[in-house]
């Protein structure tokens, strides 16, 4: 199985930064894509930005510009580098993780969740 360790997270000012950053640990596991996903109250949760292993990259149209996905070269972490922070950004942010459960299935995996709160 593939744990979510996710890290970062806070409040910002409108117009600041913030980077929040997710780690995945397993035993024997290959990542087919990594994530963040975020959620408001009272909203569904929704994709802010993907990259799979491959090197794509999706980005939600609203932080188009903004925020950055990146990883390391083993693609067991992901950062995402969030610029330009506006007060409608405030959500728990989600870690994802889609891997190898054994040589032909994979399944998605879940971080605990950052609240991230840009406010003045």
């Known amino acids: 199985q593939v744990q979510l360790e996710e890290s970062g997270g806070g409040l910002v000012q409108p117009g600041g930064s913030l980077r929040v950053s997710c780690a995945a640990s397993g035993t024997f596991f290959r990542i087919i894509a990594m994530g963040w996903y975020r959620q408001a109250p009272g909203k569904q949760r929704d994709l802010v930005a993907s990259i799979n292993a491959g090197g794509g990259i999706d980005y939600a149209d609203s932080v188009k510009g903004r925020f950055t996905i990146s990883r390391d070269n083993a693609m067991n972490t992901v950062h995402l580098q969030m610029n330009s922070l506006k007060p409608e950004d405030t959500a728990v942010y989600y870690c994802?993780?889609?891997?190898?459960?054994?040589?032909?299935?994979?399944?998605?995996?879940w971080g605990q969740g950052t609240q991230v709160t840009v406010s003045s």
């Open positions: 994802n993780a889609r891997a190898y459960s054994s040589y032909t299935e994979w399944d998605d995996y």
